[in-house]
């Protein structure tokens, strides 16, 4: 498809364990964002990525969260020693610039469960 | 500090009324407002937007307007329709990033 792509859609790891989440952004999108949705709660920015830009990380809860993006295309948000607080819907999103008036396309969301 | 507030969590309308979503913001240096809607297990898609400069985008039942003064938005959706209910998210960009409101749950019953 020529939407944004998340894999996997759900992952449920124990508590301490490592785990990757994979963003395939829309082709020839620049920028690229992740965000995360906790139960009942908005979405909370995470990093951004633009180009060859050093990426946005104000938004990284902490230092157990990273995220890199090869190639200006695919993109891995991993999160390390994982924590029941750590559950929640996280979403890629891209755009094809992020300085203008473009809107952000989301992909469907990986849905983490930390037991 | 949420720079983006939706301050209703719910709201619930007839069919064939309108639907009046409400956000607030704090920083007047945000330039572009995006709704987005949300529908259960699907990632969010976009709306509607408005430019800083302007004060309504309409487009179709979907009327964006901004009061910058006020620092307020508002998405009206008239008629609504059982199939706009949804969780819906006003979204601000600051800079190069979107910053966005915890959400409004729209249900429109018949």
């Known amino acids: 498809g020529a939407g944004v792509s998340q894999s996997p859609s759900n992952k449920v790891t124990e508590k301490g364990k490592d785990v990757e989440l994979r963003c395939d952004p829309i082709s020839g999108h620049t920028a690229l964002y992740w965000y995360r949705q906790s139960l009942g709660q908005g979405l909370e920015f995470l990093i951004y990525?633009?180009?060859?830009?050093?990426?946005?990380k104000s938004g990284l809860p902490s230092d157990r969260f990273s995220a890199e993006r090869t190639g200006g295309s695919v993109s891995t948000l991993t999160i390390q020693r994982t924590q029941q607080e750590d559950s929640a819907v996280y979403l890629c999103?891209?755009?094809?610039?992020?300085?203008?008036?473009?809107?952000?396309?989301f992909g469907q969301g990986t849905r983490l469960t930390v037991v | 500090d949420q720079q983006v507030k939706q301050n209703s969590p719910s709201l619930s309308v007839q069919e064939g009324r309108i639907s009046i979503l409400n956000c607030d913001y704090t920083?007047?240096?945000?330039?572009?407002f995006l709704w987005y809607k949300k529908y259960p297990a699907e990632g969010p898609t976009f709306l509607i937007s408005?430019?800083?400069?302007?004060d309504k985008n309409e487009d179709g039942r979907f009327t964006v307007f901004l009061n910058k003064s006020a620092k307020h938005l508002s998405l009206h959706i008239v008629p609504s329709q059982p199939g706009d209910s949804a969780v819906y998210f006003c979204?601000?960009?600051?800079?190069?990033?979107?910053?966005f409101g915890t959400g409004t749950r729209l249900q429109v019953f018949p």
């Open positions: 999103a891209s755009s094809s610039q992020g300085r203008s008036d473009t809107e952000a396309f």
């Open positions: 979204a601000a960009r600051d800079t190069d990033k979107l910053i």
């Open positions: 920083n007047s240096m945000f330039d572009y």
């Open positions: 408005i430019s800083s400069i302007k």
């Open positions: 990525f633009q180009g060859n830009s050093a990426p946005d």
